[in-house]
């Protein structure tokens, strides 16, 4: 017959049960003591990365965008015929950009009206025989060498019309071209000289070709285009329509969009701290955006060691046409 026992009559009961509670309580007390120590491992960690955030760097105020510049110029003596941007205008490799006419100068036409009269005093002199001056006769060297001035006058006058040469190489040509016909002129003696039919058609062949560059000199040529080359923004306008331009004259300036960049002018203490490469934050439009360092170069010509830098930094996937801030730009270099 078994007896049953209550609690309050088992002391072994008892105390397990309170033994129990004891441990209860003991893990509730470790798994709040593990939260706290967590929550301040947290704390800390959280503490430690935003004094790093904030302190390992340092910030450059007044930076701003900027362009590569690129500079159209003439490559002859010409004419503006129609200009077809504006300042201000983007424009795309291969956009027509103005329309010019190639041009001759006064001094150029009376140059090339002289060598037509050289030219001709000299067949009307072979083909009447005469004899001019009392120097030495003529030496068949002189007349090679005017073949040669007079073949390299073709040669470039046939480059120039191909746009392969400028002006000035044409006309440098022709002055000396005129020079040695001047020489071969004051150098004919006065006894009567023969010349033979070859002599003859060579002067006739030079008449012709001066006669031929002088006409086309004196006509209108045609328009030529001129298109961009790079992607870019027309920032300045140096020509309007009807300027007659020198050669190698600038016609307008153009922001290439296809290297954009941040720069700012940092003392040379400040540029200790900065290496290529390095982060640079900085936010555009309310956008945060990140570019590094791709150059640094002395603001200035002096080279002096304590002057002012100047700092590139590069603005990746970023497109022209996204650039709307126009106020200074602060940059946040990291450490």
């Not at 026992?5 to 105390?15: I, T, V, W």
């Not at 040469?165 to 023969?194: D, F, H, L, M, W």
Request: overall charge negative; charged content about 25%; aromatic content about 6%.
């Amino acid at each position: 017959m078994m007896i049953g026992l209550s609690r309050a009559d088992s002391p072994f009961l008892e105390g397990r049960d309170m033994e129990q509670d004891i441990t209860q309580k003991i893990k509730g007390k470790s798994i709040r003591y593990l939260i706290v120590f967590i929550c301040m491992i947290l704390l800390g960690s959280g503490i430690l990365i935003y004094a790093k955030g904030t302190s390992s760097g340092f910030h450059v105020s007044q930076a701003y965008i900027s362009y590569e510049k690129k500079y159209l110029q003439s490559s002859d003596r010409m004419m503006v015929q129609e200009l077809h941007v504006s300042t201000g205008d983007h424009v795309k490799q291969g956009d027509l950009l103005v329309t010019v006419q190639k041009t001759f100068s006064d001094e150029d036409i009376q140059r090339l009206q002289q060598s037509v009269t050289l030219a001709q005093n000299n067949v009307n002199q072979l083909r009447a025989g005469a004899a001019v001056s009392d120097q030495p006769e003529i030496s068949p060297i002189s007349n090679e060498a005017v073949d040669a001035a007079r073949s390299k006058v073709e040669h470039m006058s046939a480059l120039y019309e191909m746009g392969a040469v400028s002006a000035a190489k044409k006309e440098e040509a022709i002055r000396a071209y005129e020079e040695i016909q001047s020489s071969v002129q004051e150098n004919r003696g006065t006894s009567s000289i023969v010349f033979n039919s070859a002599a003859l058609k060579g002067a006739e062949d030079q008449l012709n070709q001066a006669e031929t560059l002088l006409r086309k000199a004196k006509e209108p040529s045609s328009s030529t285009d001129i298109y961009a080359k790079w992607d870019g923004v027309v920032s300045q306008l140096y020509v309007q329509n009807g300027d007659v331009l020198e050669p190698d004259s600038n016609i307008m300036e153009i922001e290439c969009t296809d290297r954009i960049r941040i720069e700012a002018e940092v003392s040379s203490d400040t540029a200790k701290q900065i290496y290529l490469g390095q982060i640079v934050t900085y936010s555009l439009d309310g956008i945060k955006r990140e570019g590094t360092v791709e150059d640094i170069t002395p603001a200035d010509a002096s080279g002096e060691e304590d002057g002012p830098v100047l700092i590139s930094v590069s603005m990746p996937n970023t497109d022209w046409s996204d650039l709307h801030q126009t106020d200074q730009i602060e940059l946040y270099f990291s450490l």
